[in-house]
Structure formats: C-alpha cells, structure tokens
Nanobody, 129 residues
C-alpha cells in the first residue's frame, strides 16, 4: 500500500522556523517527483515547492522563495521542507504528494498538482504570535 505521511507541523511565532517531513511507505521516492502543497482556510490548495525525481530540479512558488528549502533523503525515503522566516500568511495545512512520472509540473511558475497521484493527509502549520 502506497502511503505518504507528513509530520513536523505546529504553532510557531512569526519569524520562526519549522521543518516538515514526508515519509513514503510502500514505494521508494527516488524516481518520483515530490511536491509540497498547502491549503489555507477558505482558499484553494496551492503549490509551494517541488523536487523532481528524474533530474533533481527544484521549484518554489514566488511567495516562499528564499525562505523555504526542499530536500530529499533517498536513504530514509523522506522529503523535507525547511521553512524559515515564517509569516502569518504561511498558515495552512501542508500536504506532500508524489508524481510517479518523475517530473514537476509547473504552471505560471508555481508547482501544479496535476500528475500528483499520491497524497498525504497533511500537517497543520500555524504562524501566530
């Protein structure tokens, strides 16, 4: 059974940091594109970052460039999202997703959810003082 499990969310003050983890089971992440997406209350799910499996290319939404870093540890079958300088507008449920075709799909400079066949259940990030 293919499964993705996110962890690492929580409450953090503005300017703080969190590291999210996405652990895969039932398959190996090596050749999958892995994306991080988020959904704030009342808003649509949006792409945050993506790392391709085929060539390791990395993409970020404009709103998180310079603050978030995506990385993968194939030995641990895990992808991370390091989030620094967090802002209240980063508050959302964060999801990781996997695309078996290995390439990130980018629409208007932002990672897109099409092709992401497998999804985790999400982890809540709240940025508030």
């Amino acid at each position: 059974q293919l499964q993705l499990v996110e962890s690492g969310g929580g409450l953090v003050q503005p300017g703080g940091s969190l590291r999210l983890s996405c652990v895969a089971s039932g398959f190996t992440l090596d050749y999958y594109a892995i994306g991080w997406f988020r959904q704030a209350p009342g808003k649509e799910r949006e792409g945050v970052s993506c790392i391709s499996g085929s060539d390791g290319n990395i993409y970020y939404a404009e709103s998180v460039k310079g603050r978030f870093t995506i990385s993968r540890d194939n030995a641990k079958n895990t992808v991370y999202l390091q989030m620094n300088s967090l802002k209240p507008e980063d508050t959302a449920v964060y999801y990781c997703a996997a695309d078996p075709h290995g390439l990130c799909r980018i629409v208007r400079g932002t990672p897109h959810r099409s092709g992401m066949d497998y999804w985790g259940k999400g982890t809540l990030v709240t940025v508030s003082s």
